[in-house]
């Protein structure tokens, strides 16, 4: 499956982006998905993650409140609504699939076994 991510840029601390990640090559409404994002200096971690059909939903702690995950299987696409941007929020932001169907991989990288290319989200102070 190929994975196209989109929708970063530059944003003022408070402000708004929609992240949305494309899905091509297989059953899209079979596989949870997550977002992730890798700061400056640091680890790639866990953001959100949304099972198959929508109804199942986590967030990291640090971004809970702020970010929804949500997905659109008709269109083969899930996003991430950003809202309260903070500076710390500075990252590159990947999504990913599930390497199995029907399967909740929720924050556990290995599990995901493809990743788009990933869409840099800066936040002003």
């Known amino acids: 499956v190929q994975l196209q991510a989109y929708g970063g840029g530059l944003v003022q601390a408070g402000g708004s982006l929609r992240l949305s990640c494309a899905a091509s090559g297989r059953t899209f409404s079979s596989y949870s998905m997550g977002w992730f994002r890798r700061a400056p200096g640091k680890e790639r971690e866990f953001v959100a993650a949304i099972g198959w059909s929508g109804f199942s939903i986590y967030y990291a702690d640090s971004v809970k409140g702020r970010f929804t995950i949500s997905r659109d299987n008709a269109k083969n696409t899930v996003y991430l609504q950003m809202n309260s941007l903070k500076p710390e929020d500075t990252a590159v932001y990947f999504c990913?699939?599930?390497?199995?169907?029907?399967?909740?991989?929720?924050?556990?990288?290995?599990?995901?076994?493809?990743w788009g290319q990933g869409t840099q989200v800066t936040v002003s102070s």
């Open positions: 990913a699939s599930c390497g199995t169907s029907y399967v909740l991989c929720k924050l556990d990288q290995t599990r995901y076994a493809n």
